[in-house]
């Protein structure tokens, strides 16, 4: 594990321990000054029924929008969700898919997998499987997901184009990306590109968002589509550092069938 991913990891399995002693994910910082960036997280498109048929609170996400409602997921889908954190939208999607789908989540953080798995237990939710491994060496095979989802994870990665390539990879023909990430609206000072903390903190890591499409593009995909929402930057809460911006992003992209 590298440098930087060894700093996310450490991050969030100190959030997750901070979440299960009753905390929300952001009293500990997730990605900084997400809430900055995505409005309240209730305005996230979450819907309030789905969240109390799952027993989850709010408080559940670590994300910066909903994958869930950017693209449509039908029963018998099988979904993957990079970087799934608590569960929440594993396990949203889960239900969605029912009857024949399955949904999966891979986190790297053992923390956090064990904090999805009691919210699936409380949810009883049985089409849920939390995987272990790194969202840059997908433990999947080859056209196993009809749908890749992911919030607010691809930034951390240090090998974007290697995440890219495996998503791309495990996606069945046909396959549909649906992302909420945060990427680089104006330049970030080299001071903190190179800090850690704003790195696990979901700032230091984002890229413009031109790079973004030429890396989905460079992995397969077609019918890239990036929507900036909210942007970010200094004065608001939780940004580090006095100039740049970053924004947060709806990025939906095909495999070609
Ligand atoms: C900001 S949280 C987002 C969690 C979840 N997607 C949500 O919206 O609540 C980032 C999560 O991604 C995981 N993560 C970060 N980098 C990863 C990597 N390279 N491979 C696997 N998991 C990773 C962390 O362990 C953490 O659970």
Known sequence: MDTIQESVRAHYAQTAIKIKQGGSCCDSSCCAGTDAVSGPIGEREYSP????????????????????????????????????GAGLDVLLSARRVTPGGHAYGLDMTDEMLALANENKERAAVDNATFLKGTIEAIPLPPGAVDVVISNCVINLAAD??????????????????????????????????????????????TIPVDTYREALQTAGFDEVD??????????????????????SAHIRATKPA
């Not at 909903?66 to 979904?79: A, C, F, I, K, Y």
């Not at 046909?174 to 790195?199: F, I, N, T, Y």
């Open 226 to 247: 990036i929507e900036l929402t909210n942007s970010f930057g200094p004065g608001d809460a939780g940004f580090v550092g006095q100039s740049g911006k970053i924004a």
């Open 160 to 205: 974007k184009a290697a995440v890219l390539r495996e998503a791309f990879r495990v996606l069945r023909p046909g396959g549909r990306l649906a992302v909420s990430d945060m990427v680089e609206v104006e330049p970030l000072p080299p001071v903190v590109k190179a800090a850690l903390d704003a790195w696990a903190g979901c700032i230091a890591g």
């Open 49 to 84: 029924t789905e969240l109390r048929e799952l027993g989850l609170s709010l408080g559940a996400s670590l994300g910066c929008g909903n994958p869930t409602v950017l693209t449509e997921l039908h029963p018998g889908d099988v979904v993957l969700d990079l970087g799934s």
